[in-house]
């Protein structure tokens, strides 16, 4: 018992001194960020209430932006205004490590990244993040992309057995956001869902790991629906998700706001 004692008395103090400033003033000692990527913006407006239930925001990373209809850029604002962050995910969804490799740097920032940026800067977004499809990157081209974002998401997945607490990688100590230019997350689509029946609890389990660590938790997914199309998140999980954010008193931060 004394070491069980002693064991969360000095997870609860590291927690404490793990402590910095979002980009909006407040102080942070933990957090999850839940982003989505691709074009399913009519779901994810469709969901605005569920967010706003729970006071939760999240980041979209939006791909192929010069293809939305006007009422999908609408949709976009909607959940902008709604206090969730727009963030790039490129012109066209390409592996960039596959298109730097064959045509060079700066191809890829001439023809996926920059125009990305210019067409969601004219609509009045403000890109401060960017997401790289199909979590394809290495040093070189994070160090060239943080040149045009604050923030990068790459990504990572589970090992056989693994659980999710485990993957150190998306785990972040909150004082150490701002010197961390890319941030590593991994997929929670399927959560609760026969293809991944134990998800919700592993996600579960590192929303608590990371609330006691002091840290950030990265999680991505695409759509938010029953049965897709595409690569999809329940709302039910998704409800379950902000929900025990909620009880543990662990913030929903989006990419904008982190340091």
């Not at 008395?9 to 989505?36: C, D, H, I, P």
């Not at 869902?193 to 997914?221: C, N, S, W």
Request: net charge neutral.
């Amino acid at each position: 018992m004394y070491l069980l004692i002693c064991a969360l008395t000095t997870s609860m103090t590291q927690a404490a001194e793990n402590t910095t400033t979002t980009r909006n003033g407040k102080s942070l000692q933990s957090g999850v960020v839940l982003t989505f990527d691709d074009r399913y913006i009519d779901q994810w407006v469709e969901q605005i209430p569920l967010f706003k239930k729970y006071d939760a925001h999240a980041t979209f990373f939006i791909d192929h932006f010069f293809t939305l209809k006007p009422a999908q850029i609408t949709g976009l604002k909607k959940l902008q205004h709604a206090g969730h962050a727009i963030g790039s995910h490129s012109v066209n969804h390409i592996k960039a490590v596959d298109h730097v490799r064959t045509k060079g740097m700066d191809s890829y920032l001439q023809n996926e990244i920059d125009p990305s940026i210019k067409r969601l800067t004219e609509a009045d977004f403000k890109p401060t993040s960017f997401a790289y499809p199909s979590s394809s990157r290495n040093e070189e081209i994070d160090l060239a992309l943080l040149k045009r974002f604050r923030h990068l998401r790459g990504g990572t997945g589970l090992t056989p057995g693994q659980r999710m607490r485990d993957l150190k990688a998306i785990f972040t100590p909150v004082d150490q956001i701002a010197g961390r230019g890319c941030l590593i997350g991994t997929g929670i689509d399927y959560a609760g869902t026969e293809k991944r029946p134990d998800y919700l609890t592993e996600i579960k389990d590192a929303m608590d790991h990371a609330k006691q660590r002091g840290e950030i938790v990265v999680f991505y997914a695409h759509n938010i629906s029953e049965n897709g199309p595409g690569h999809h998140l329940s709302p039910r999980a998704l409800e379950e998700i902000l929900s025990h954010a909620q009880q543990i008193g662990l913030p929903t931060l989006t990419y904008d706001e982190l340091p």
